[in-house]
C-alpha cells in the first residue's frame, strides 16, 4: 500500500485535530462495542450456549478462543500465549498509530480503516489480558457449513482491512 505524502506536505493544527478526534472516536466506539457485547454475552449465555437469531443462518453462539484467528496455536501453553499475544498486540498498536501519523487527511478511508483496526485489536487485547482468551458470539453458518465464530472486534479488524484497501484502489500508481 502506498502512502501519498505529496497530498498534505504541512497540515493545518485543525486538519490534524479532525485527524486524531477521529481516530479516539473510532477506536473508543469499537471497543465500548465489543466489551459491552462480549460482557452481556458473557453474563447472560452459558459456555457454548448458542440461539438462533436467524434460523439456518445466524446464532449468536458463547465460545472462547485461547488462539489466533481460527483458533490457531490454541493448543499452546496458555502462558506463553498470553505473553505471546500481548506482545504482538503492543506491537500491532505501536505500528497502527506510527502509520496513522504518517497518512495525510486526504486519505479518510485509510485512517477509518486504521481507526477500526486499531479499536479490534484493543478490543480482542483487553480480553486476552483479562481472562487469557477471547470471547467469540457471531456464529454464521449454511447448513453444515460454520464460519469460525467471531466477534465484533474481529469484524472491525476485518472492516478496516476493507477500507484500506478499496482507498488503496481508488488513488492512482506511480508519481
Same mark, same amino acid.
Given at each position: 500500500?502506498?502512502?501519498?505524502?505529496?497530498?498534505?506536505?504541512?497540515?493545518? $493544527?485543525?486538519?490534524?485535530?479532525?485527524?486524531? @478526534?477521529l481516530? &479516539?472516536?473510532l477506536? #473508543? *466506539?469499537?471497543?465500548? =462495542?465489543?466489551?459491552?457485547t462480549?460482557?452481556?454475552?458473557?453474563?447472560?449465555f452459558?459456555?457454548?450456549?448458542s440461539? $438462533?437469531?436467524?434460523?439456518g443462518?445466524?446464532? @449468536?453462539?458463547? &465460545?472462547?478462543?485461547? #488462539? *489466533?484467528?481460527f483458533? =490457531?496455536?490454541?493448543?499452546?501453553?496458555?502462558?506463553?500465549?498470553?505473553l505471546?499475544?500481548?506482545?504482538?498486540t503492543g506491537?500491532a498498536?505501536?505500528?497502527?498509530?506510527?502509520?496513522y501519523?504518517r497518512?495525510?487527511?486526504?486519505?479518510?478511508?485509510?485512517?477509518?480503516g486504521?481507526g477500526?483496526?486499531?479499536?479490534?485489536a484493543?478490543?480482542?487485547?483487553?480480553?486476552?489480558?483479562?481472562?487469557?482468551?477471547v470471547i467469540?458470539?457471531l456464529?454464521l453458518?449454511?447448513?453444515d457449513?460454520?464460519?469460525p465464530a467471531?466477534?465484533?472486534?474481529?469484524?472491525?479488524?476485518c472492516?478496516?482491512?476493507g477500507l484500506?484497501?478499496?482507498?488503496?484502489w481508488?488513488?492512482?500508481v506511480g508519481?
Amino acid at each position: 500500500m502506498q502512502v501519498d505524502y505529496s497530498v498534505e506536505a504541512a497540515p493545518s $493544527p485543525a486538519r490534524l485535530w479532525k485527524k486524531w @478526534l477521529l481516530f &479516539v472516536i473510532l477506536v #473508543g *466506539a469499537v471497543v465500548a =462495542v465489543d466489551q459491552s457485547t462480549k460482557q452481556y454475552v458473557d453474563a447472560t449465555f452459558n459456555l457454548y450456549e448458542s440461539r $438462533p437469531l436467524v434460523e439456518g443462518y445466524f446464532n @449468536l453462539t458463547y &465460545v472462547r478462543n485461547s #488462539g *489466533a484467528a481460527f483458533g =490457531v496455536l490454541s493448543r499452546r501453553d496458555p502462558r506463553f500465549l498470553r505473553l505471546f499475544f500481548l506482545t504482538v498486540t503492543g506491537l500491532a498498536l505501536v505500528i497502527v498509530t506510527f502509520y496513522y501519523s504518517r497518512i495525510p487527511w486526504s486519505q479518510r478511508l485509510t485512517l477509518c480503516g486504521l481507526g477500526l483496526i486499531m479499536g479490534g485489536a484493543l478490543g480482542n487485547g483487553i480480553d486476552r489480558y483479562a481472562i487469557g482468551q477471547v470471547i467469540d458470539f457471531l456464529d454464521l453458518y449454511v447448513g453444515d457449513y460454520h464460519w469460525p465464530a467471531f466477534n465484533v472486534a474481529d469484524s472491525a479488524i476485518c472492516v478496516g482491512v476493507g477500507l484500506m484497501l478499496i482507498d488503496s484502489w481508488r488513488r492512482p500508481v506511480g508519481p
